[in-house]
């Protein structure tokens, strides 16, 4: 699961370093700091996006300027900016540290903004499209896409693509706190240490799983609120999420058909996407972050670095890393979203937007008897291509996102040449 979303359960999940992931303000992990001597040359990362990205191997993002002497790719250990004020091109220690807080939140920020609010509308047509299966048109272009987004707020106003956003956010926050009260009351570990072994990681796969499993009803009831067309919904309260999954679970609510999958039926394809993203998104983040450590070693070697570009090394590898990691994760795994996400959506009477026209309305009545029976009947009916529906949203959704981190980079490398 992952709602960069829930992406998939998008977004269940983006890490770079051991650190106890407890809530900060009920949405967003913390950092934490194994002594106060850290504190001096701390470098603050973005603020983490729940999802799969933090299955990291006990690393520690190293202070500025300063490497773990156990690590062989890191250069000597010398700040490339002293806090004296003696050098004519040196940075004040105090100034520096505000420059760095004040980067980190700026960074932080973006990334929260563009992964969760720019890029809901592509969510939002995204979704509609893979639970559509009576469209002819399948958007695997951003060019189709920005047409039918275009004539959807002219219909039914910017709502239409901003529809389910607070549910995403409530989300997010059960995952965070399921996960926090199973690791709690149980062994399973929440990081993998340095010294992993298959059990550890078995274990950490497990509470993943057992999280997704919590997090599932009300991943549903957002789904349905991100597809829900505007145009019948009614005014929804920021509870609506929270009290439709309580209903799903205990069989209360809004009635639904016979064709209603039940939980448990649910659970495998649930569980086998969000460990799915969980694991891909892991891997080719630390696979990211060693290639652009050896990279960032090598132009250190060769004495052609500025300043400027030293402290941007320092914050824009995780950044870039997660990006590759969201992105790789969500187009391997689109099949698969498009099956959980027709599963999820049977029998909830659910009517979304004819995403052929862009305007009129669409139930959704399908009669798919498991996950097994909604892939075959998908290629039968629809061909491969059908798997794919609305992948045009998902190019558009990263390239918004690309965008951001490159103006947010030339932003802060301005800030940086003013200040040096």
Same mark, same amino acid.
Not at 21 to 32: D, K, L, W
Not at 92 to 116: D, K, M, V, W, Y
Not at 186 to 196: F, G
């Given at each position: 699961?992952?709602?960069?979303?829930?992406?998939?359960?998008?977004?269940?999940?983006?890490?770079?370093?051991?650190?106890?992931?407890?809530?900060?303000?009920?949405?967003?992990?913390?950092?934490?700091?194994?002594?106060?001597?850290?504190?001096?040359?701390?470098?603050?990362?973005?603020?983490?996006? #729940?999802?799969?990205?933090?299955? =990291?191997?006990?690393? !520690? +993002?190293?202070? &500025?300027? %300063?490497?773990? @002497?156990?690590?062989?790719?890191?250069?000597?250990?010398?700040?490339?900016?002293?806090?004296?004020?003696?050098?004519?091109?040196?940075?004040?220690?105090?100034?520096?540290?505000?420059?760095?807080?004040?980067?980190?939140?700026?960074?932080?920020?973006?990334?929260?903004?563009?992964?969760?609010?720019?890029?809901?509308?592509?969510?939002?047509?995204?979704?509609?499209?893979?639970?559509?299966?009576?469209?002819?048109?399948?958007?695997?272009?951003?060019?189709?896409?920005?047409?039918?987004?275009?004539?959807?707020?002219?219909?039914?106003?910017?709502?239409?693509?901003?529809?389910?956003?607070?549910?995403?956010?409530?989300?997010?926050?059960?995952?965070?706190?399921?996960?926090?009260?199973?690791?709690?009351?149980?062994?399973?570990?929440?990081?993998?240490?340095?010294?992993?072994? #298959?059990?550890?990681?078995?274990? =950490?796969?497990?509470? !993943? +799983?057992?999280? &997704?499993? %919590?997090?599932? @009803?009300?991943?549903?009831?957002?789904?349905?609120?991100?597809?829900?067309?505007?145009?019948?919904?009614?005014?929804?309260?920021?509870?609506?999420?929270?009290?439709?999954?309580?209903?799903?679970?205990?069989?209360?609510?809004?009635?639904?058909?016979?064709?209603?999958?039940?939980?448990?039926?649910?659970?495998?394809?649930?569980?086998?996407?969000?460990?799915?993203?969980?694991?891909?998104?892991?891997?080719?983040?630390?696979?990211?972050?060693?290639?652009?450590?050896?990279?960032?070693?090598?132009?250190?070697?060769?004495?052609?670095?500025?300043?400027?570009?030293?402290?941007?090394?320092?914050?824009?590898?995780?950044?870039?890393?997660?990006?590759?990691?969201?992105?790789?994760?969500?187009?391997?795994?689109?099949?698969?979203?498009?099956?959980?996400?027709?599963?999820?959506?049977?029998?909830?009477?659910?009517?979304?937007?004819?995403?052929?026209?862009?305007?009129?309305?669409?139930?959704?009545?399908?009669?798919?008897?498991?996950?097994?029976?909604?892939?075959?009947?998908?290629?039968?009916?629809?061909?491969?291509?059908?798997?794919?529906?609305?992948?045009?949203?998902?190019?558009?959704?990263?390239?918004?996102?690309?965008?951001?981190?490159?103006?947010?980079?030339?932003?802060?490398?301005?800030?940086?040449?003013?200040?040096?």
């Amino acid at each position: 699961m992952h709602p960069r979303r829930p992406d998939g359960f998008d977004g269940l999940g983006y890490r770079s370093g051991a650190r106890d992931e407890q809530g900060f303000g009920g949405a967003f992990p913390a950092r934490s700091f194994s002594s106060a001597s850290d504190l001096s040359h701390w470098v603050t990362t973005p603020p983490d996006i #729940p999802g799969s990205r933090n299955l =990291h191997w006990g690393e !520690k +993002s190293p202070p &500025y300027g %300063v490497p773990p @002497p156990s690590t062989p790719l890191e250069g000597p250990a010398e700040e490339p900016f002293p806090r004296g004020g003696g050098g004519g091109g040196s940075v004040p220690g105090q100034s520096s540290e505000q420059l760095n807080r004040f980067a980190g939140f700026g960074i932080g920020l973006a990334s929260l903004f563009t992964e969760n609010v720019l890029a809901h509308p592509c969510i939002v047509l995204r979704r509609q499209c893979q639970v559509n299966y009576h469209a002819r048109l399948y958007h695997l272009t951003p060019f189709t896409v920005i047409n039918i987004m275009y004539s959807f707020n002219k219909t039914q106003g910017p709502r239409a693509l901003w529809k389910g956003m607070g549910s995403t956010f409530i989300v997010q926050g059960v995952t965070l706190g399921a996960e926090g009260i199973i690791s709690e009351f149980t062994p399973l570990p929440r990081e993998i240490s340095h010294k992993w072994n #298959p059990k550890q990681i078995g274990e =950490h796969l497990l509470l !993943k +799983s057992l999280t &997704y499993i %919590v997090a599932m @009803p009300f991943y549903s009831a957002s789904l349905i609120e991100t597809v829900q067309s505007e145009i019948i919904r009614d005014n929804t309260g920021i509870l609506e999420c929270i009290k439709e999954g309580i209903g799903r679970v205990i069989g209360l609510g809004v009635p639904h058909s016979k064709r209603l999958l039940p939980l448990l039926s649910l659970i495998f394809p649930t569980v086998l996407h969000g460990v799915l993203h969980y694991i891909i998104s892991s891997v080719i983040q630390k696979i990211v972050l060693l290639i652009l450590k050896r990279k960032t070693y090598n132009s250190h070697l060769a004495e052609s670095t500025s300043p400027v570009q030293s402290m941007l090394d320092a914050y824009f590898p995780e950044l870039i890393a997660n990006f590759a990691a969201s992105l790789c994760s969500d187009v391997i795994l689109y099949p698969l979203e498009t099956v959980l996400h027709r599963l999820h959506i049977q029998g909830t009477r659910t009517i979304i937007d004819n995403t052929d026209l862009g305007y009129e309305v669409l139930p959704i009545n399908t009669q798919y008897e498991g996950m097994r029976d909604c892939i075959n009947t998908i290629r039968q009916e629809e061909g491969m291509l059908g798997f794919y529906k609305g992948f045009g949203a998902v190019v558009i959704q990263y390239t918004l996102h690309a965008a951001v981190l490159q103006i947010t980079k030339i932003i802060y490398s301005t800030l940086l040449q003013n200040s040096v």
